[in-house]
């Protein structure tokens, strides 16, 4: 099975007050490129869906391995990057959905979400101690419903109770994201 991984990466970072993705964290990696090296350790191929004409991430993003594409509806919304990434990779038969800001997630529970898909999941992300995490990976039984997100909900209207798979983890980095510039300190 093709399970492509979208590294979502094209946020505003109000929050942080400065362009989070290229901060680095404690060992003095870029946000954007720990995250990505992650994913791209899990999975064969991965993409990153970026703000037009950001050419420092998209050369971060591209020399860890990901393929770069350009959202030029980023500020209408998550949904929009996530349309973009799934549209990069029409053929995929999933796709394992990870935010830039999350450098923490193993490459290992990225892979197990992307092994639940190929097992048959059609929606399936990782959960620590009852709180569902990411990344959120998606069969493609919902291309169509990805390549209509058009907002800032994401893909979140989409995971409904009997449909997510679950999958039990201790990877602290699935509920760990870096909102303000205090939550890159270890």
Known sequence: ????????????????????????IADGTPVAAASGAHLIAALPRGIGVVRPADAVLSGLLA????EVVENDRAAHGLGTSIAAGVAAAPDADGWVIALGDMPWIRPETIGAVAEALEAGASIAAPCLNGIRGHPVGFSARWRD???????????????????????????????????RPSDLIT
């Open 63 to 66: 020399s860890v391995g990901l």
């Open 1 to 24: 099975m093709s399970i492509v991984g979208l590294l979502l990466a094209a946020g505003s970072a109000r929050r942080f007050g400065a362009r989070k993705l290229l901060a680095d």
């Open 145 to 179: 419903a990805l390549l209509a997100l058009d907002s800032d909900v994401g893909a979140r209207d989409l995971i409904a109770p009997g449909v997510l798979h679950l999958i039990p983890t201790r990877d602290p980095g699935v509920i760990r994201d870096i909102d």
